[in-house]
């Protein structure tokens, strides 16, 4: 295996995928790239306070960042693991799908649970989705 993608959203499910991932990377030899994924807004908007500008969600935005690179750091370092950090727009699966087409990854980690439980009755959950719809295995860890 040369390549594995795992996907994070910052929850306690999440650092489980990354931890399986991580270990698999090291038995296997594998490089490994975390996926950050920034959503799309919501179907139906909420108006934002007139408080609120762009730049709020460019500041909400690279928080979000800087923890899915934090919760990784956090995970994967102390395994020793080799790691690199991709961020991405749009929808999860979709965009988990493109990175791993992009690396040319034989393998996507994801977790079971994560997201909101809006997202999944609309949507299906991440894992559904790439399981059903990935031309490449996924790994999904609970």
Known sequence: MQEIVVGTDGSRAARM????????????????????IHRPAPAMPVPLPATRTASDMGA?????????????????????????????NGDPAVALDGVANEHGAELIVVSGRGGSMGHRLRLGSVSDRLVRHADRPVLVVR
């Open 60 to 88: 909400y935005w690279q928080a979000e960042d800087q923890a899915a690179q934090a919760q990784a750091g956090e995970v994967l370092d102390p395994l020793g693991v080799a790691w690199k950090i991709a961020v991405r």
């Open 17 to 36: 995928a990354l931890e399986f991932a991580g270990r698999l990377a090291l038995e296997t030899g594998a490089r490994l790239t975390v996926v950050c």
